[in-house]
């Protein structure tokens, strides 16, 4: 596996084609979120189910900064 590095740990400008996914990936994480808040119960069930639903944001966010060039 190659060094990854330069691509990790460098800002990644939004652009014409990453700030429509990030919207849609914020929009779906909150909706979900709320259904967490509705259905379950205030406990550290919930409070880790909303944890892991913010990390997977950031992961899904960072996969698109990482991953899509501008022009596609």
Do not use: C
Not at 24 to 51: C, G, H, I, N
Not at 59 to 69: D, E, I, S, T
């Amino acid at each position: 596996m190659g060094n990854n590095n330069d691509n990790i740990f460098t800002y990644h400008k939004p652009n014409e084609n990453t700030e429509d996914r990030y919207t849609q990936l914020r929009a779906k994480a909150r909706e979900f979120s709320e259904l967490v808040d509705e259905l379950v119960p205030a406990s550290r069930e919930q409070s880790l189910a909303k944890t892991k639903i913010e990390e997977a944001v950031m992961w899904a966010n960072a996969g698109v900064a990482r991953n899509v060039k501008g022009g596609e």
